[in-house]
């Protein structure tokens, strides 16, 4: 359980509060590149750690994140005209560049000055990989890019998706840690999702329910260790990084690319739920990236021409209780990313946790919120720097691996938890 | 018309969950093993606690610490009436009694986990073995430098 008022300081992230002054010291994804596919294309509403903003790449191909609303009217600029270097007010022409300066006030003599009093708030917006990456805080701390692995590697490496969450983003983030329920949620996905089936550890995933958990502290997070039984007298690992604030990988699968997830606040009750998949050292298959596309493995299908799950919570997430009867999946709802959201989801928006009913296995859990209320609070009252924010941080990578009983996963396995380039994941 | 599931997640819906308690409290033992992990189970003593008793492990003996007082007792006896033993190890600890009571909440399916206290003066390899033999018979591990992820983990679950 948590105390109400530590429930509330870890899921409340809008401006002014204690995590979401933490969430602005980091670079977060904000979009996917594709959403701004050309110079001058139609801009896009982005909203974040509860800020309202419009995001738009202009003339020479520079991107843009700043306030939705024209300084005039308070016009959204959804509605803009993206043209010649800038974002144009529809309604009285005010226009902005990709920084929140304003460029043009039409009514206004040019040599007035009138326009260098006007600015928008703005943040940089850079691509890595396939994403836009945001940096919300203060400029003379922003931290160098991000350099996770599956963002640095090639394009035919790296795939990489999200979808709209209903639900607050810790709740989220804390099913990515959770790797217990794996065995149950997912039991019907292991031996039929092709981006899972066919890995040795499938079997120890599948004869094994009751995992022992190991929780090991690194400098920028953890790294929870689930221990299943394997024979001659070995346990099989799957160990599961997270990088402060909210970065998390899945254990890899056989020769399977590995994956892992990114849980972005929009505001306090819904957030993105970011998938990625990447291979360090080959490109991805054309049926792994078909699969991937149509939704398979850690992704998800839409409602065309959105990020909104096809199966969501207005369909009851397309509930198959003959499945769950016939086991073909263990809830009734089809695919890892929808079993997750549909539970999650299913908690209410902002989940009570003075109710909760913790054990000792979910230790991860405790201790990711023990790390993140300790640095939020370290941060709100002594300006000291959270963990994660430094790119050599975040060049981690997940494993799975059998061990004899007497090894300890972190020192046995501390180059496997390293990333390196060109050198293939450590998976069973 | 709307889903079930979007009416009943909404925040408005959430207020009709029903606030009773659904849980009753899990009895649990703190239980030191090696000197070194004394001081460490003084300081947790200090702290409130719901249902959660405290003792000290050594060549074959338990003493609980009870309203200030120490009493000498059966690890078995006292088996029968907890729900969790959380072992507080550090690198003296002696592996036997490790084994021995791992092995003794298993046979009675009482859920035991592992906290190793990390001193750093400590020889590593001892720590190390200590480590192995508490790794099979806890179902949660967790080393750490200080107690204070001990505490957050007991209070995580109303200890």
Known sequence: ?428 | MLSQSVRVTTAAESRYRIALPNSRGRKTLVLALGKSALTALAELQELEWNNTQFGFYASGELQLYQAQQTLRVTFNDLLDKVDVVVLLITADSDVDAIVSIGHACSERRVMTSGFILVQTDRDEATLNNVLACTRKVTVSLVADADTDTLIESLRAVRA
């Not at chain 1, 040599?111 to 994403?131: H, M, N, R, T, W």
């Open chain 1, 1 to 428: 359980m948590l105390r109400k008022e530590v429930n509330e300081l870890l899921t409340q992230t809008g401006p002014g509060t204690a995590m979401g002054d933490l969430f602005r010291r980091y670079w977060i994804p904000a979009m996917l590149a594709e959403e701004l596919p050309e110079d001058d294309c139609p801009p896009v509403r982005v909203k974040l750690l509860s800020e309202r903003m419009i995001a738009f790449r202009d003339s020479d191909g520079r991107y843009g994140l700043m306030d939705e609303f024209c300084a005039h009217r308070g016009v959204s600029l959804w509605f803009g005209r993206n043209e010649e270097g800038g974002l144009r007010c529809p309604y009285h022409g005010w226009k902005y560049d990709v920084e929140g300066n304003c460029v043009d006030v039409p009514s206004e003599p040019a040599a007035s000055g009138f326009c260098e009093k006007i600015k928008l708030q703005a943040y940089p917006l850079i691509k890595v990989g396939d994403i836009l990456w945001t940096y919300m805080g203060p400029k003379d701390l922003q931290p160098p890019p991000p350099e996770f692995e599956f963002a640095i590697v090639p394009a035919e490496q790296t795939f990489s998706s999200k979808r709209f969450q209903e639900s607050n983003w810790l709740q989220a983030m804390e099913g990515g840690i959770d790797s217990s329920h794996v065995s149950f949620l997912h039991s019907g996905n292991l031996n039929t999702d092709p981006l899972f089936k066919g890995a040795k550890g499938n079997q120890y995933n599948l004869a094994d329910k009751m995992p022992f958990f190991e929780v090991a502290k690194h400098t920028s997070g953890l790294f929870v260790g689930a221990r299943r039984n394997a024979e001659n007298d070995q346990y099989y690992w799957r160990i599961t990084p997270w990088i402060m604030p909210c970065f998390t990988m899945v254990p890899p699968r056989g020769d399977h690319p590995i994956h892992g997830h990114f849980w972005i606040p929009i505001d306090d009750e819904n957030c993105w739920a970011w998938s990625f998949d990447y291979h360090p050292n080959r490109a991805l298959t054309a049926t792994e990236r078909e699969a991937m596309e149509a939704g398979k493995g850690i992704h998800c299908e839409y409602v065309p021409g959105t990020y909104i799950p096809k199966a969501n919570k207005t369909n009851d997430y397309l509930m198959d209780r003959q499945a769950q009867k016939e086991g073909r999946t263990y809830s009734g709802v089809e695919g890892i990313a929808i079993q997750d959201s549909s539970l999650q989801e299913s908690m209410g928006p902002i989940i009570d946790r003075t109710r909760e009913n913790l054990v000792s296995t979910d230790n991860g859990i405790i201790m990711a919120r023990q790390m993140l209320r300790k640095a939020a609070i370290a941060l709100r009252d002594k300006d000291q720097q959270p963990p994660g924010v430094q790119p050599e941080h975040h060049r981690v990578r997940s494993v799975s691996v059998v061990l004899p009983a007497d090894q300890a996963f972190e020192t046995a396995c501390e180059e496997d938890l390293k990333a390196r380039e060109g050198v293939p994941h450590t998976s069973v």
